[in-house]
């Protein structure tokens, strides 16, 4: 499916609206992004679940600026789903093992905030979800440079 006819449905379905979002914002997202990976490496130790979820704050907050690089910004319905597939669908089979994870991290994200009972996040869940996380942060910010090379993060 072509990039035009993928936003067209999801305008249509009213997962996604063009937005004209400055970088001024991207850089406050990404900023935000790597605060939430820095939160989820300092408490691994005391609380895996609850890094766990600041990993995948931290993916889901640099995915929204890649997805405001494209004008593009998610409505109120199904934001995180919706983010997940418009980066799934950007990235491409380059990075399928990554936007895997990033949407395996979603649902589990579910789970723990609204059905604790039904997952266990170990130690080397969090790990893993803290490399990927990084890897995810960094790519972002890689391809946002790619295509704005005028642009500089400031965080």
């Not at 249509?12 to 991207?26: A, E, P, T």
């Not at 605060?35 to 889901?60: G, Q, V």
């Not at 789970?111 to 890897?135: C, F, R």
Request: proline share 3%; glycine share 4%.
């Amino acid at each position: 499916m072509t990039s035009d006819k993928f936003i067209r449905d999801y305008i249509d379905k009213g997962l996604l609206k063009r937005d004209r979002i400055g970088f001024d914002q991207m850089n406050k997202v990404i900023a935000r992004a790597k605060k939430d990976l820095e939160a989820a490496k300092r408490i691994i130790e005391i609380d895996p679940p609850l890094a766990y979820n600041c990993a995948y704050d931290a993916m889901l907050h640099s995915a929204r600026a890649f997805v405001f690089m494209k004008g593009l910004r998610p409505t109120t319905n199904y934001q995180h789903k919706t983010v997940v597939e418009v980066t799934k669908h950007f990235l491409g089979d380059d990075y399928k093992v990554l936007v895997e994870k990033f949407d395996r991290m979603r649902k589990n994200r579910n789970l723990i905030m609204y059905e604790p009972w039904k997952v266990n996040i170990s130690d080397t869940d969090a790990q893993n979800a803290l490399k990927s996380a990084g890897d995810f942060i960094e790519l972002i910010i890689e391809l946002i440079k790619k295509e704005n090379p005028q642009i500089e993060f400031k965080f």
